[in-house]
């Protein structure tokens, strides 16, 4: 059993990326992409549906940057270093 897409958005600065994870999972287009002002119109059909999925959205996962040195985490080291002595 084959799964299509059809007229599937795609970013533009997210294509490159997607056209990477299509070609490796085994995935090819149905026609030729077609460039529009909000991004990039794809149909194709999918190869490995489960491995796709999963590299599409680590690719579309927002990263969140941890700040480990906060202001009161430098406050507490410093107490517990003092209350050591």
Same mark, same amino acid.
């Given at each position: 059993?084959?799964?299509?897409?059809?007229? $599937? /958005?795609?970013?533009?600065?997210?294509?490159k990326q997607f056209h990477e994870?299509? @070609?490796?999972?085994?995935?090819?287009? /149905?026609?030729?992409?077609? #460039?529009?002002?909000?991004?990039?119109?794809?149909?194709?059909?999918?190869?490995?549906?489960?491995?796709?999925?999963?590299? =599409?959205?680590? @690719? $579309?996962?927002?990263?969140?940057?941890?700040?480990?040195?906060?202001? =009161?985490?430098?406050?507490?080291?410093? /107490?517990? $270093? /003092?209350?050591? #002595?």
């Amino acid at each position: 059993m084959t799964i299509i897409s059809h007229n $599937n /958005l795609i970013p533009n600065h997210k294509f490159k990326q997607f056209h990477e994870i299509l @070609c490796v999972t085994g995935g090819r287009y /149905l026609g030729t992409p077609r #460039i529009t002002p909000d991004g990039v119109r794809v149909d194709y059909e999918f190869g490995d549906y489960e491995s796709h999925i999963k590299a =599409w959205r680590l @690719c $579309n996962q927002d990263i969140k940057e941890v700040y480990s040195n906060k202001v =009161w985490n430098k406050v507490l080291r410093r /107490l517990r $270093n /003092l209350l050591s #002595i």
